[in-house]
């Protein structure tokens, strides 16, 4: 197998372990893809879903065990017996739970000692597999809520639960459906995995290289243009590859260069780059795996969740643009240099084919109302047309390349896996032991019925979980603790889930452990933590706007066209005043009253009218506010500049 498979879909280097590694993947790909296609059915084969789950977690867990070592970071290049112990177990684990599903389900009062020890072992080898794959945090949410489900009849008051044992309670969260083998899991095998392999192919087909191609002919000749690169070429992959990490590898390795060379500080280009690419989990028509999980907790189609996500997506790409910018003028970094920048005209005349994929992605969710896993196949099928046929440049698809596209899949696919399996736990555990209404009602007396309290309360939760979480498991968590409280006292159901997946989201570059921030950090030589403070301000919008949008839907693109218009201009002129006032350059460097009124006009600016009818008469001092300080930067801007020193 090729160098690149081992390195993009981190193989171990021992040619037997790899081997065996590569065959795992392409299994657990094409299980998902066969599923997303329906050939199970078409071919006549008759099983339960929590039975095909069941196999696929197995080997995905073996999967785990194979190329990620005992300790975390190190290097893979031999199979310790323990693991390889490991990997056979789960891959018997799951084979024999799948196999002896109906008896287990007839089980439930009275478990069997064979189905005891086969549900333990699955759910032992799923966490040390998480802890491996996502490390310790979400192992130790995990199993805080296993224990606190055992102690939770003996505590008195609102928190208190139905007493389980604990051999019982182990054994339905594996076999029920509400727990590991259950929606969750479900999605991340038949939505996850052939949107995973979609982005594969795109990457393998030339589209990467067209998407950064075309934004830097667009930005590379405008101040900044490396950052503002970043920007553009991570938000059109981000919308089609929704994985940070697999983002900032795609796009950062030639942005996050672009933008040192440029004169952008290390952290500082890894900042802009990891902001960039996490904001892909928002930006439709794909988003990340939460989208889809979103749209099955609501019942809704994965559209409408989509079409909801539009105008804060764009607010939060429009701050960022606007803050690179502006880094770009306080800085006095200029374009890039003409001989790097290729002819636009001649980058679409090579690459226009790559905007299919996109418009029969969004034509079978949006127009046909296709199930996403099936709107994915159709965009992996033109994906793969144009990669045989016409490529980007010296990149053209080949069987080979697909073939390694299908490995990088599994390989990637494994890890978020685990993270689904163990959502799983946490979502059996408050069904089994009523732990989820519990908590439902004790945050709603907590918050005293206030909205916005429950608010703050749900947003230092998404932030506090999210440090070291991905976002997948915070969603989880919330959804079923956070988000029945909001509705229960007034919050419509899907701003709920929105604000949950939006401050989620966050997890990636929030410290201490923000893993897009420490990434990029990684490819920049930079500083990981001051990368990651300098992507929480990048980011700023994404803690902002979900508060607003709970209160005006207009912001959800729900309401009448005007008062959305209305809504996205006054928003995109108060996030540039913010974002000037952050920086502090708006047409020159800022003093620091003229900072802070600036912000305070953006404030003003950004709060929808919908809130309440005060609201008009904060927008009108706002648009006060920022009239003034842009007359000042106007008449000044061209006077000496004492007020600041670069940083």
């Known amino acids: 197998m090729s160098t690149a498979v081992e390195q993009e879909a981190d193989l171990p280097s021992g040619r037997l372990l790899r081997a065996i590694s590569i065959a795992l993947g392409a299994v657990v790909t094409l299980l998902g893809l066969a599923w997303a296609a329906d050939l199970y059915r078409t071919m006549g084969v008759q099983f339960r879903t929590e039975q095909f789950l069941a196999v696929v977690l197995g080997l995905s867990t073996a999967l785990v065990f194979l190329v990620r070592p005992l300790r975390r970071g190190t290097p893979r290049t031999r199979l310790p017996w323990y693991d390889a112990l490991l990997a056979l177990a789960a891959v018997a684990a799951g084979i024999w739970i799948a196999w002896h599903y109906p008896q287990l389900l007839r089980g439930f009062f009275r478990p069997s000692t064979e189905g005891l020890i086969a549900t333990w072992t699955l759910f032992v080898l799923l966490l040390e597999a998480l802890r491996r794959s996502a490390g310790w945090p979400l192992v130790i949410v995990v199993l805080a809520f296993v224990g606190y489900a055992l102690v939770g009849h003996m505590v008195e008051g609102s928190l208190q639960t139905r007493e389980v044992r604990l051999n019982r309670m182990i054994y339905y969260v594996s076999v029920d459906t509400s727990g590991i083998l259950g929606l969750v899991l479900l999605i991340g095998v ?55 990490v697999s983002n900032i590898l795609a796009t950062g390795v030639v942005t996050i260069p672009l933008m040192k060379k440029s004169g952008f500080r290390a952290e500082k280009a890894a900042a802009i780059e990891a902001a960039s690419s996490n904001g892909g989990q928002l930006m439709p028509p794909v988003m990340g795996a939460v989208a889809f999980l979103m749209a099955d907790f609501l019942q809704i189609s994965y559209a409408e969740v989509a079409i909801a996500a539009i105008i804060p997506s764009l607010l939060y790409y429009i701050a960022l643009f606007v803050q690179a910018d502006l880094e770009a003028a306080k800085g006095n970094i200029l374009r890039v240099p003409a001989r790097d920048i290729p002819r636009l005209l001649k980058v679409i005349a090579q690459g226009w084919a790559f905007l299919l994929p996109f418009a029969v992605l969004i034509y079978a969710l949006f127009s046909l109302g296709a199930q996403p896993e099936t709107a994915a196949l159709y965009a992996c099928a033109t994906v793969a047309l144009i990669g045989f046929a016409l490529g980007y440049g010296a990149q053209r698809l080949s069987l080979r390349e697909v073939w390694n596209c299908i490995v990088r899949t599994g390989v990637s696919s494994a890890d978020i896996l685990m993270i689904a399996g ?10 089994l032991t009523g732990l989820g209404f519990a908590l439902t009602m004790f945050l709603v007396s907590l918050g005293a019925g206030n909205i916005l309290l429950l608010l703050i309360i749900a947003a230092l939760l998404c932030i506090v979980l999210g440090m070291g979480m991905p976002t997948l498991g915070v969603y989880v968590l919330l959804a079923v603790l956070v988000a029945p409280a909001l509705v229960e006292v007034g919050v419509q159901p899907l701003a709920a889930h929105m604000f949950i997946l939006y401050l989620g989201m966050m997890s990636f570059v929030t410290p201490p452990v923000a893993i897009a921030a420490f990434f990029a950090a990684n490819l920049a030589r930079g500083e990981p933590m001051l990368t990651g403070f300098y992507a929480m301000r990048f980011s700023w919008t994404a803690y902002i706007i979900p508060f607003l949008f709970v209160f005006a839907p207009t912001l959800l693109m729900q309401g009448s066209p005007s008062a959305i218009v209305l809504a996205i201009g006054t928003a995109a002129v108060g996030v540039w005043f913010i974002s000037a006032g952050m920086i502090g350059y708006g047409l020159r460097r800022m003093p620091p009253l003229a900072r802070l009124v600036a912000v305070a006009g953006g404030a003003g600016l950004l709060l929808p009218h919908e809130v309440g009818p005060w609201a008009w008469g904060v927008n009108a001092a706002g648009l006060v506010l920022a009239a003034a300080v842009l007359a000042m930067e106007i008449v000044h801007r061209h006077r000496p500049d004492n007020t600041a020193a670069a940083e």
């Open 190 to 244: 038949t939505v996850v995995i052939p949107f995973v392999f979609f982005g594969q192919l795109l990457a393998a087909s030339g589209g990467a290289a067209f998407f950064n191609d075309v934004s830097l002919g667009l930005m590379g000749r405008f101040r900044g243009g490396a950052a503002k690169i970043s920007v553009l070429a991570s938000s059109l992959f981000g919308s089609i590859n929704g994985i940070v």
């Open 422 to 431: 163990a959502a799983g736990v946490i979502m059996g555990v408050l069904q």
